[in-house]
């Protein structure tokens, strides 16, 4: 039993010796990503329900490393948030976005929802909505194409701060939206004093869909919730016709998930917008 216990103290502490030593590599390298040009937005479709029409696009960070591959935000954004890496990664994220969307429409496609994800940190940084008017100025894209994905974690703190934040992009014309809705504490309290005008129901209550008769009863509960509160209603993580049917018969007016599309290029997304193959 003491050999055994050794055994599995070496490996544990040999499997924090990696860990630790993957995130100081991250760190470093982190920091000449941005300058490398080494992040790459992928897209993944907002598919309306009703008609199949792609109305938008989510974009979704990659980072291609040299020598590593392709590393999911997953991996890397709670590093950067720690870090305070998050900040410029995420100003590019929002001109990159925000000039791919208005490139797009100059292209002739119609696509009315740019939805870019924004993590806690950066959406406390000092200046973040000059930053959000500099990238729609720079880019020419109309505030209203632009949405913005908030999670729980991002507006629970400091209600006062979080209220006139999202005030003054409300005013602007930018879009909000509650990501992962339903997986946080007080989502409710939250309708009532946020701007927010779209609902993003969490993938875990989508994914059992089809067999969990309370994950059925919570997903048409956020659905009837939002219609009563004038909201739309996304559902995330759609891969099945079953989980499909199941949405339209709930009345829920937007879906996104592998059952589409996977996020792809923006290449690929330009064909995905001119072919409309869910319509
Ligand atoms: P999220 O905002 O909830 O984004 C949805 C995630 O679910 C994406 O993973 C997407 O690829 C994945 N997904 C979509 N449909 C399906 C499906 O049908 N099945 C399954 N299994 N997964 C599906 P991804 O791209 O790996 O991103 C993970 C998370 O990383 C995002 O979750 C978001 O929180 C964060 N993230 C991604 N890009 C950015 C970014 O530019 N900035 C910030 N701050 N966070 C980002
Ligand atoms: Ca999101
Ligand atoms: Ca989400
Ligand atoms: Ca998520």
Request: with cysteine.
């Given at each position: 039993a003491k050999e055994l216990g050794r055994n599995t103290f070496q490996f544990y502490s040999r499997e924090m010796n990696t860990a630790t030593l993957e995130r100081l590599m991250m760190e470093s390298s982190l920091r000449h990503a941005l300058t490398g040009d080494e992040f790459e937005l992928h897209y993944q479709p907002l598919v309306?329900?009703?008609?199949?029409?792609?109305?938008g696009v989510e974009a979704l960070i990659r980072w291609c490393h040299r020598d590593l591959g392709v590393i999911m935000p997953d991996r890397f954004i709670p590093v950067a948030e720690e870090t305070g890496m998050i900040n410029p990664i995420g100003d590019w994220v929002l001109f990159e976005a925000c000039r791919q969307a208005q490139a797009w429409i100059d292209a002739g496609l119609s696509l009315r929802t740019m939805a870019v994800n924004v993590a806690p940190v950066q959406f406390r940084q000092a200046g973040f909505v000059e930053m959000v008017a500099g990238a729609l100025g720079t880019t020419?894209?109309?505030?209203?194409?632009l949405e913005l994905e908030l999670t729980e974690r991002t507006v629970m703190h400091d209600a006062e701060f979080t209220l006139g934040t999202l005030s003054a992009l409300n005013r602007m014309g930018v879009c909000l939206s509650l990501d992962d809705?339903?997986?946080?504490?007080?989502s409710l309290a939250y309708l009532k004093r946020f701007p927010v005008g779209k609902l993003k129901i969490d993938r875990s209550f989508i994914m059992d869909l089809e067999t969990d008769a309370d994950d059925r009863a919570i997903a048409s509960t956020i659905v009837n919730m939002g219609s009563s509160l004038r909201l739309t209603v996304l559902a995330e993580g759609v891969e099945t016709a079953e989980q499909l049917a199941l949405l339209r018969q709930m009345g829920c007016s937007m879906v996104q998930g592998y059952h589409f599309?996977?996020?792809?290029?923006a290449a690929r997304m330009t064909e995905l917008l001119r072919d409309q193959p869910f319509r």
């Open positions: 309306c329900l009703r008609s199949g029409e792609i109305v020419g894209l109309a505030a209203e194409r809705f339903g997986t946080g504490y007080s599309s996977r996020p792809v290029t």
